[in-house]
Antibody, heavy 117, light 110 residues
Framework: QVQLVESGGGVVQPGGSLRLSCAAS????????MHWVRQAPDKGLEWVTI????????FYADSVKGQFTVSRDNSKNTLYLQMNSLRPEDTAVYYC??????????WGRGTLVTVSS | QAVVTQEPSLTVSPGGTVTLTCGSS?????????PCWLQQRPGQAPRTLIY???NKHSWTPARFSGSLLGGRAALTLSGAQPEDEAEYYC??????????FGGGTKVTVL
């Protein structure tokens, strides 16, 4: 069955960096566009980024452009999100999700990132 | 930055019908915005119910349907069940790098 498992979250100081991972299984990862979506505590969802199946195209929300970098390793069926210069407002649960026709199908359970001193 | 609007909360009786809508500050919502609807129960990850306006996933209960209604995207729940009590989010895709979620609608089945 399809599984998306995020990891790498934790507590980081403002200005710090963190790299999230999303391990995928049960589907053709190398043929799938992938998203990151985040949700601040008790807030709504915010789309963060999408990466094309071969990794050659990436698009970002304005709020993270120049700060976050999405990448993937299709040989490891893994999606990444490198987050730099973190701010308290980046505190959120970060979900990876598989793309389908401008939407999503499968979601991971998320990993919590807390930016705090 | 476009703003996507949803009703903050709606209540439906068990077995009843409710329609959630999703509007855009830029004008009418069309199929070109590829509306997507997600359900999120407390403490759980989101689950996609509808994508590209009307398409259902294999796990989407038949009682949910997506449409366009009066310049807005719509999610209709017909025959509400207690387990449908959740937060519902819509997503509109304006461009490849401009995808905006609505603020969510809390649906109570009462």
């Amino acid at each position: 069955q399809v599984q998306l498992v995020e990891s790498g979250g934790g507590v980081v100081q403002p200005g710090g960096s963190l790299r999230l991972s999303c391990a995928a299984s049960g589907f053709a990862f190398s043929s799938s566009n992938m998203h990151w979506v985040r949700q601040a505590p008790d807030k709504g969802l915010e789309w963060v980024t999408i990466i094309g199946s071969d990794g050659n195209a990436q698009f970002y929300a304005d709020s993270v452009k120049g700060q976050f970098t999405v990448s993937r390793d299709n040989s490891k069926n893994t999606l990444y999100l490198q987050m730099n210069s973190l701010r308290p407002e980046d505190t959120a649960v970060y979900y990876c999700a598989k793309d389908v026709d401008w939407g999503f199908d499968y979601w991971g359970r998320g990993t919590l990132v807390t930016v705090s001193s | 930055q476009a703003v996507v609007t949803q009703e903050p909360s709606l209540t439906v009786s068990p077995g009843g019908t409710v329609t959630l809508t999703c509007g855009s500050s830029t004008g009418a919502v069309t199929s070109g915005h590829h509306p997507c609807w997600l359900q999120q129960r407390p403490g759980q990850a989101p689950r996609t119910l509808i994508y590209d306006t009307t398409n259902k996933h294999s796990w989407t209960p038949a009682r949910f349907s997506g449409s366009l209604l009066g310049g807005r995207a719509a999610l209709t729940l017909s025959g509400a069940q207690p387990e449908d009590e959740a937060e519902y989010y819509c997503l509109l895709s304006y461009t490849l790098d401009r995808r905006v979620f609505g603020g969510g609608t809390k649906v109570t089945v009462l």
